[in-house]
């Protein structure tokens, strides 16, 4: 039996019960402190740890030990109402993209019901062996997780394109991964007409979307990095074949698209650049309007390829913005 230490009298309990000091009266001193910075630190899920380690210090009896009772009460409402308010604004970033995902809910229901041709590639050796390659190259770079996703966002790309050629029975390779470049695809035969190529061409970035707008849930709902980044990257990627220039999807696109459609891109992807910042739109405004000027432009327009040409550069820059 220890002495206590403010009246010398024998005490055993947590308390002494001639002169009622609380025997761990140093340590609970500590922890209170401890959880008072914590608080102010705004980690209040350590704060609530330090009080739980005090109470076991307290007599249950004691005004202390409801005392602290009632503040880990109130730290665990703060905590829930947190978490609450962080989930709040993680699905709040994603309203933007309501209105796009609707007008979208044709080729997205398309992209997630080809599951069996999303495989077909991957039965091809030369998939396979170049997919492992480039795999290799970005993992050594930055780390398996962001390799795969990167990887997996590609070949997806690769696979709408691919998909639009067996729909309009245009024979094709499987897709071929090059590292630092990318994958491509060799047709075995040209499209029929300006419409029917560049509805193959923006076939890959609306699959391209489709596996950005999957990794951005995921950030949001996960909170893990990785997910952001493979979406910001396949954001700026499927941006990047958007560039009405030399065989970028996008230039395959413009075969359809009359000069004022081309004008209309281009303004399109400036006012879009004004509130995202996202410099590859600087880009594809700076193509088209270059193409606006061009002789290639045909005299009927094409509604759905601009269409489809628009809500890419929407939800693409907004992808973009929301992972930076």
Known sequence: MMPCPQCGA????????????????????DLARQADASAKSGDLAAARDRWREALPLLPRESVQFRTITGRIADLDA??????KNAWAKRLGKLSPLGVF??????????????????????????????MLLSFGVYWTAWGWKYAAGFVLSIYIHEMGHVSALRRFGIAATAPMFI???GALIWQ?????????????????????TGAALFCLGAYFLTGAPVWGAIARTGAWINLFNLAP????????????????DRAIVAGAALAMWIPTHVGMLLLVAA?????????????????????QFLGLLVVL????SLTV
Do not use: Y
């Not at 309990?13 to 340590?27: D, E, I, T, V």
């Not at 220039?245 to 075969?255: M, N």
């Not at 193509?287 to 269409?307: H, K, M, Q």
């Open 317 to 320: 820059g907004i992808v973009a």
């Open 245 to 260: 220039v030399w065989f970028l999807d996008g230039s395959h696109a413009f075969r359809a698209l009359t000069r004022r």
């Open 10 to 29: 024998p005490a055993d309990a947590l308390s002494c019960p001639a002169c009622g000091q609380l025997r761990h009266a140093a340590r609970l001193e």
């Open 101 to 130: 995902l609707w007008k979208f809910k044709t080729a997205m229901l398309l992209f997630f019901s080809k599951g069996k041709l999303v495989l077909l590639g991957l039965t091809k050796f030369s998939t396979i062996a170049s």
């Open 78 to 83: 703060q905590i829930a109402a947190h978490g």
């Open 188 to 208: 075995k035969e040209a499209a029929k007409n300006a419409e029917q190529d560049a509805i193959v061409g923006l076939a890959g970035p609306l699959w391209g």
């Open 287 to 307: 193509l088209a309007g270059f193409r606006c000027f061009t002789a290639d432009a045909p005299e009927r327009s094409s509604n759905l390829i601009l269409t």
């Open 179 to 181: 590292p630092g470049f």
